[in-house]
Each structure stands twice: as structure tokens, then as C-alpha cells.
């Protein structure tokens, strides 16, 4: 007989020495390869919608650890229980412990973020974590163990190999133990978003962008800033949490149909000579009016550069970016090949990216919604064809490809504001990328189309801000509507639709009261 006291113990150890061995072996292939984090990021999207947010709310930033701990205690009372059914099925506990230790290497294959090679050290670690298993359990099954006495005093041929039992399985558990303290999964929580991004040192520009004039931003109350403040501007992405990536560990791989397949490290890419630009980035989702656009200054490299190291064969035409947590856009080739600024960008308003908009590198595409362009978190660059590949959002019911429409937005009076009697402020902003915005037409009630003073232009990829005031307007409830006109004459169309597949259109307006 075994005892099940020892044989769960053998369990308990095995799983230890499986993923100790798993997470150790990780670290020389990258967080998608650490069974533990596998397995919790699996959960996050299985976890009931109702727990989510209370978990998060008690939890803060330690919901992740807290995952992580509860995946690792569930997967060692599993191996308890496993090893506790050996004391009398061996060889079904065995098979078990086996099947078991295949959740982790299916739950990699199928990670957005994994390669196949990313199992291997699982697979390491289950045939270690096996053998381990099958010799402490014939360890505890050597007859002098087996006939052990159940009295306090234990006979003199069995004490010494019951201790050996113990010994050999506490060595066993504390080098699983160890390997779990030194794997990828505590070195990725312990790498936090702060410091990960702190790792990062700019350099600088090797052409900077033009400073923002003060003509550029009518000095009207309430008007969105020309550059918006990254903590302001608009975060849209499926990531529960921003993905947390070592930029020493960031690469991006430039593959698919190209003549060389190109890798480029982030001290490469910090050696290169990278420019600002200011880029306007919108959002497909954006209803009229809405805030899902942006303005900032973007620090890249241009991504045609990029792709020229490669040699983009001559039939593909898309380019789908991979992100890390497995979202994908398509662009079309030539958005990144022609001549506007397409960045492979680090820095934002002269500072590392934010987590939340992507650190350590992202796609800014001029001229095309983020969900066909802008992918954060990218490392991946595969050069293909519209009709080979699909990204993320055109699985969806989305464009495939997606060029951003003429709009504009009034950000003074705000809706429902009360305004003093007499001479009225309306104040916006307005965006045509790769076009530029040509005029600006602001509508009181049903009054005539009025021309608005438009800030200067900084770049055609930029929104220009714009204002324009009514005089004696009387009290009562008024609308102002708002138009613009691009600079290859096409005018915002005042016809409603929803934002799915291609933007919404309509014209903003804005309902206030004169008192
Ligand atoms: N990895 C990743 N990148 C992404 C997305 C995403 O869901 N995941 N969303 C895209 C969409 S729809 C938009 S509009 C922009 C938004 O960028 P921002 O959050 O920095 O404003 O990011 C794009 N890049
Ligand atoms: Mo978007």
C-alpha cells in the first residue's frame, strides 16, 4: 500500500518541478511560452462579466497577481488530487497527471501571441514533471515504507527510508519552488508598466516637427487644446489591461511576402533617425461630434523605410500588424510606402509612449482609422494580399480597408449650455486628413451656411481648429450645426448613418439656451 498522504504530496511536487521547470526554461522564449500566465490570461475572458469588475475594483493592480496565484493553487491541488488517486491507481493517475499537463501547452497553441515553439518548455517541464512523479511515487512505495508501522515510534529499517521520501521530495519542491521565484511569470509581474516604460530613454528627434503656431488654436474658452494631453486623448482597444512589454524584449518581425525577412530590436530602432510629426488619429467609432480623435505629436520611424529592408513583393497589397494581444489591422500597402508620414512610432508628445497607447511601438497611419492602421503593442508586420488575409475588425463586419472621412465638431457652446444674451462664441475642430481641411461653414437654426475662421494649417494629417460668433442672438432655445469642406472640395455630408462599416456621417450640432 501507498499512503495517499505521500502519494498527493508526489502530486503536489510534481506539478511544482512541471511548471517550475516550464516557467524557467520561458525565460529564454518570452512571456507567451510561461504556462502560468497562459493559463491566467486564458481565464481573464471566461471569467463572468459580473466578477470582473468588483475583482478589479477590491483587487487594483494586483489582479493579476491575484489570478496568477489562484491559477497556480488551483493547479496544484489538481496535481494534490491526481497524486492522492495514485495511492491506489497508479497507472489512471499517471495518465491523468499527463492529460492534465496538456491544458497548459493547448491553452499556449491556441494564445494569439504564441508560436508553436512556445510549448516546448512546457513540454520539458511535463516529462520532468512525470519522471519526477513516478519516482517519488516509487520512492514511497518501497516495501519498508510500505510496511510502516502506524505507531509513534517508527521501526529502524523504515524511518530511514521514509526519510529519504521526504527528503528527496522536499528537494524536489523546493527547486520547483525556486525555478517558479526566478521564472518568466515573476519576472513579467514584477516588470510593471512604470518600469518597463522607464527602461525607455528617447532620443532625440533627428527632425523635430515645426512647434505648434499660436495661430493654429483660436483662443475661444472650452476648445479642445491643439495637441491633446495623452492622459485626455481617446484609448479604444480589446485589451482588458494594456499589455506590459519589456522593451528590451520587443522586437518587430517584417514577414510574409517579402524577398528578406527583417527583425528589428528597439535599441535598432532607437539608433535610427526617427521623426516627429503631428498626426490627428480618429477612431471609425467616433459618433458625430464625438471625442475618439486625437491630435498628437508622434516620434517613428517611417514605416516605409521599414518595409523597404524587406522587399515587399510586387503583387501584395495589404499590410496586416500584428499586436501582442492578438489584434491585427489591415492597411493598405501603399498608405505605408507613399510619401506621407507612416511612422513605426515611440514617443508621443516628446514622451515614451503610455502603456494604454501602446508602449513600446505602435503604427500611425495618416489618413485611415485606427482599426485599419494605428495597432499598438505591434510586432508583427506581415506583408500580404486583401484577398489572402483578414484582420481583426473586418471579421467583424468592418472595412477592410478604411480612409477617414471629412468631419468636424463643435466643441463651444457645449450641448445644453445657458449663454448670455448677445454675442455667441462657437468654437471646433475639424479633420480631413491627407486632404486638409479647405473651409468651415457654421449654420445658426435654419439660417445660412456662415464661413468660420479657420486656425492655420499645421500639416493636412492635422485637425485645424476653427471659430466663428453670432451677434444678437435672442433668448430662447437655438441650434448651431457645423460643416467642412475638404480640400478636394468634398463637403461633409449631411446624411445619417451608424459608424459600422465605415464611420458614421451627419452633421454636429449643438442645442443651447439664451437666457
Ligand atoms: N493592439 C491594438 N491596437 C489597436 C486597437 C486594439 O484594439 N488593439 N484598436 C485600434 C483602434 S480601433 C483605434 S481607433 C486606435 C486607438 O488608438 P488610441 O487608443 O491610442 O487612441 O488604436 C488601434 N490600435
Ligand atoms: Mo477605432
Known sequence: MRRPLHTALAGVVATLVLFGAADLLARA???PAAPLLALGQTIIP??????????IDLLGHNDKLFLILTTGLGALVLGGLIGWLASRHLRAATALLGLAGLIPIVVILIRPEAEAPDVIPTVIGLVLG????????????????ENEPESESESESAAPSRRRFFVITGVFGAAGAAAVAAGQTVASLALDAGAAVAKLVLPKPAKTAPPIPASAHPDVKGLAPFVTDPKDFYRIDTALAPPVIDPEEWSLRIHGMVETEVVITMDELLQLPLNEHHITL???SNPVGGDLVGNATWLGYPVRELLARAKPLKDADMVLSHSIDGFSASTPIEALLDDRDSLLAVGMNGQPLPPEHG??????????YGFVSATKWVTELEVTRFDEKTAYWTDRGWDAKAPILVASRIDVPKPLEKVAAGDL??????????????RVDVKLDDGEWTQADLGDEVNIDTWRQWKTGFSDVKAGSHTVTVRAIDQDGNIQTPERRKSIPNSATGHHHIQFRVE
Not at 512525470?130 to 515504507?145: C, G, K, Q, W
Not at 462664441?425 to 479647405?438: C, F, L, M, P
Request: hydrophobic share 55%; charged share 10%.
Open 29 to 31: 522564449f518570452g512571456p
Open 46 to 55: 471566461l471569467a463572468p462579466a459580473g466578477l470582473i469588475k468588483p475583482v
Open 130 to 145: 512525470l519522471a519526477v512523479f513516478r519516482l517519488l511515487i516509487s520512492l514511497a512505495t518501497r516495501p519498508d515504507v
Open 282 to 284: 480618429t477612431c471609425v
Open 359 to 368: 508602449f513600446p511601438a505602435r503604427l500611425v497611419v495618416p489618413g485611415l
Open 425 to 438: 462664441a462657437v468654437a471646433g475642430t475639424a479633420w480631413a486628413q491627407r486632404s486638409g481641411v479647405k
